[in-house]
């Protein structure tokens, strides 16, 4: 597609449930961005793809978030036993990388965990 | 490391009147310099960035932003607003060598536009 596509764009889990948020890049990006954002909190940088190279995993914020980039294209962001803090819209972002490149975001998932 | 502090995170505004959002950073290399806008539910899209060259960069629907390195900041302006740009906007600053490529986003302002 034209853009960086994410699905679903709304998400209801439980509390205790797993979920998968799901990014489709611009084709040709090596760089992919998973950023989480909150009321009042703005943009926290989650993880970082590049091309082959392993992943920049440094915000993700527990081990119960994982995120994997497969075929250097799609990305799968995974919350397990998904917590009410967890609640907040995820943003993917992709870019061709290098210093100064923009970054196109999708529109977003909202996750509401009850 | 890099951080951005946006100083306000709410900015009324009447429309037609002009407007100031302020960004400022701190970084101890060279660094890149962006404004994003967000509108009601949607992603981000990029306004502007720095990158070199002229310290007063043009962006998108009238918006520029003035790169100042002994101030280490970078506000984004707009001589006459619209209803139409009721808008967060977020302020980034990535490394400009070495380091990585991740940008990192200040907080937000949120600018409301009065009629």
């Known amino acids: 597609g034209a853009g960086v596509s994410q699905s679903p764009s709304n998400k209801v889990t439980e509390k205790g449930k797993d979920v998968e948020l799901r990014c489709d890049p611009i084709s040709g990006h090596t760089a992919l961005y998973w950023y989480r954002q909150s009321l009042g909190q703005g943009l926290e940088f989650l993880i970082y793809f590049q091309g082959n190279s392993a992943p920049d995993k440094s915000g993700l914020p527990s081990d119960r978030f994982s995120a994997e980039r497969t075929g250097g294209s799609v990305s799968t962001l995974t919350i397990q036993r998904t917590q009410q803090e967890d609640s907040a819209v995820y943003l993917c972002a992709s870019s061709l990388g290098g210093f100064g490149t923009e970054a196109f975001f999708g529109q977003g998932t909202r996750l509401t965990v009850v | 490391a890099q951080s951005v502090t946006q100083l306000d995170s709410q900015v009324p505004v009447f429309e037609e009147a002009p407007v100031e959002l302020r960004c400022n950073y701190s970084?101890?290399?060279?660094?890149?310099l962006f404004w994003y806008v967000q509108y009601p539910n949607q992603g981000l899209q990029l306004l502007l960035k720095?990158?070199?060259?002229?310290?007063l960069v043009k962006g998108i629907n009238g918006f520029e932003a003035e790169f100042n390195k002994s101030q280490t900041s970078f506000h984004l302006r707009k001589p006459s607003v619209h209803i139409s740009d009721t808008a967060e906007y977020f302020c980034?600053?990535?490394?400009?060598?070495?380091?990585?490529?991740?940008?990192?986003f200040g907080r937000g302002t949120s600018l409301i536009v009065h009629p």
């Open positions: 970084s101890s290399v060279s660094v890149y």
């Open positions: 980034a600053v990535s490394y400009a060598s070495g380091g990585s490529y991740i940008p990192t």
């Open positions: 720095y990158l070199s060259g002229s310290t």
